[in-house]
């Protein structure tokens, strides 16, 4: 074991993951934020606490991890690389080991124009591929970037991204490959709604033997609406929403829409349960947390093993 | 080159507007070149304020030089008998320019009169973009002669992102992925290897974060 994570056993253990995900509050609500979490409570073997995602401030993503750990899930501590240089990370990483973090997500995160502060000045002191080796090096070395040996070394189980539908197709999966090469335990992929693609590029990876050395958990965003979708499809940069999904949306009953857009998620959270290469699903429900329980429900994932 | 941009003319005539006796100070090099500081705009800049102030009742004195370069001790001693004629200088050079004149000229103020914006290329006419960082390490050498630490918007080493959508950046898509030209050029030169290589994380020391830098050629110096 190299963090003894509930996510690193149940993955040990051979079971098909599922992971779920939680916003921090815009502010210090945490009442909101211990709701939230609670509708993961025993549907999810971990669920990512996001960082400032789309580069708007929120709680810090270790405090949303320790308050989600007290409610009884296990946080996947998401760092971004905008927002803090490489001291900042590596005491981060420290405090959140300390407080009982076993699981990150290395991410470069969304550029700060897309957020509430477009006028700051983004770190980028590492890029994400640097910060799963950071990551690395402190837990199976035992030291700081800068040589210096750490006071007892911080166990996590490393995770990072993969977006197999950004530019360029048929490089995307080498990517995967430096971040298996850079030390990575699993993958969370981006929403995924062009099942082609993926098939593709788990192909891909399983040829290049990439999926015997790392955990691929393909992203599940269900649609709520027309709108989302078509949002998704035109202005969220990197996403790949086929018009099939659109057609699919519009084809029920206004009441139904929201109904079917669980339903598809359910479909390809079947066709992934069976699909060579993939380990388990990282479920994005946006701001609709509440529904994970009967999502999880229909997808038939329940109850969630004990490891 | 030093790219530079005109500054808005509102705040160049607030800049001035205490100062009876002003020398818009040009410069031949970087900022002719942009069309932002040299022989040509201190003309239009200088004709523009006396007509400001003529507009405003008010006769000043605003005379036009243009040197060499600013950023050199020995050009900027072309001006040194004239400089106390004049209650302060508008600079049309880079900020080094500006900064190098108020260096020499302790006791007359100088100002900046264009905005000194980044290192880059004139991609064609009227249109500048930029190209280098002055990091202070070089790595073109690896990534296909694309910078990735001045072309890509997170300076992200192993590129590209997630965010790279038909072969543009997630900031706009009018900015080109500098991860995409660095693919399409490594495939150019038969080195797609070099992708697979993880970048090291990169020593910041020698780019503005090590403080302010200083370039010592003992070979050069007399």
Redesign the interface.
């Known amino acids: 074991m190299k963090s003894g994570s509930n996510l690193e056993k149940i993955l040990k253990a051979g079971h098909f993951a599922f992971t779920g995900e939680v916003g921090p509050p815009r502010g210090a609500n945490v009442e909101a934020l211990r709701e939230k979490v609670s509708y993961l409570k025993g549907n999810v073997d971990m669920a990512n606490i996001t960082d400032n995602q789309t580069a708007m401030v929120r709680m810090s993503s270790w405090a949303a991890s320790m308050i989600c750990m007290q409610e009884g899930v296990e946080p996947n501590f998401q760092m971004v690389?905008?927002d803090r240089n490489?001291l900042a990370m590596q005491a981060d990483i420290l405090g959140a080991y300390a407080h009982g973090i076993r699981n990150m997500l290395c991410l470069?995160?969304?550029?700060q124009?897309?957020g509430d502060h477009p006028q700051s000045k983004?770190v980028?002191?590492?890029?994400?591929?640097?910060l799963i080796?950071?990551v690395k090096k402190m837990r199976d070395e035992g030291k700081f970037?800068g040589g210096a040996d750490i006071d007892v070394p911080p166990q996590i189980f490393i995770g990072a991204?993969?977006?197999p539908f950004?530019?360029?197709f048929e490089?995307r999966v080498?990517?995967l490959?430096?971040k298996v090469?850079?030390g990575a335990d699993f993958i969370q992929t981006?929403c995924v709604f062009n099942m082609g693609r993926i098939r593709d590029w788990v192909s891909q990876a399983n040829d290049m033997g990439l999926t015997d050395k790392i955990a691929i958990l393909p992203g599940i965003t269900p649609m709520k609406s027309v709108g989302m979708a078509k949002y998704m499809k035109n202005k969220v940069?990197?996403m790949d929403v086929p018009d099939e999904i659109i057609k699919r949306l519009q084809g029920v009953d206004k009441k139904k829409v929201a109904d079917e857009g669980i339903k598809i998620a359910c479909e390809q959270i079947e066709e992934f349960k069976e699909m060579k290469g993939v380990a388990g699903v990282h479920l994005m429900a946006i701001e609709w947390e509440h529904k994970v329980p009967e999502i999880a429900e229909r997808a038939g994932v329940l109850p969630r093993p004990e490891v | 080159m030093i790219i530079a941009d005109k500054k808005p003319i509102q705040e160049i005539i607030d800049q001035v507007s205490n100062y009876e006796r002003i020398l818009v100070l040009g410069c031949n090099e970087c900022v002719t070149v942009c069309e932002a500081g040299g022989k040509k705009e201190v003309e239009i800049l200088a004709s523009v304020l006396r007509m400001h102030f003529l507009k405003e009742g008010q006769e000043r004195k605003i005379d036009e030089r243009t040197l060499e370069r600013q950023c050199d001790h020995e050009y900027l001693e072309e001006i040194r008998d004239v400089i106390d004629q004049y209650d302060a200088v508008l600079s049309l050079a880079c900020g080094v320019g500006v900064q190098f004149t108020a260096e020499k000229y302790l006791t007359t103020p100088v100002l900046p009169g264009v905005n000194t914006c980044f290192l880059g290329a004139n991609e064609q006419r009227g249109m500048w973009t930029e190209r280098c960082q002055a990091c202070g390490e070089c790595v073109l050498g690896k990534t296909a002669g694309i910078c990735p630490i001045s072309r890509c918007?997170?300076?992200?080493?192993?590129?590209?992102?997630?965010?790279?959508?038909?072969?543009k950046c997630?900031?706009n898509s009018e900015v080109d992925?500098a991860w995409?030209l660095i693919?399409d050029r490594l495939k150019a030169l038969g080195r797609m290897e070099d992708?697979?290589i993880?970048?090291?994380?990169k020593d910041?020391s020698t780019e503005r974060a090590g403080g302010p830098r200083k370039v010592v050629r003992e070979d050069v110096q007399v």
């Not at chain 1, 470069?108 to 550029?111: A, L, N, Q, V």
């Not at chain 1, 980028?124 to 640097?130: H, W």
């Open positions: 690389c905008r490489r470069s995160g969304d550029h124009q897309f983004g980028f002191d590492l890029d994400s591929m640097q080796g950071m970037l991204a993969a977006n950004a530019e360029p490089w080498h990517r490959a430096k090469a850079a981006q940069p990197g | 918007a997170k300076r992200v080493m192993n590129g590209p992102c997630g965010g790279s959508t038909n072969g997630e900031i992925c995409q693919i992708y697979e993880v970048a090291p994380i910041w």
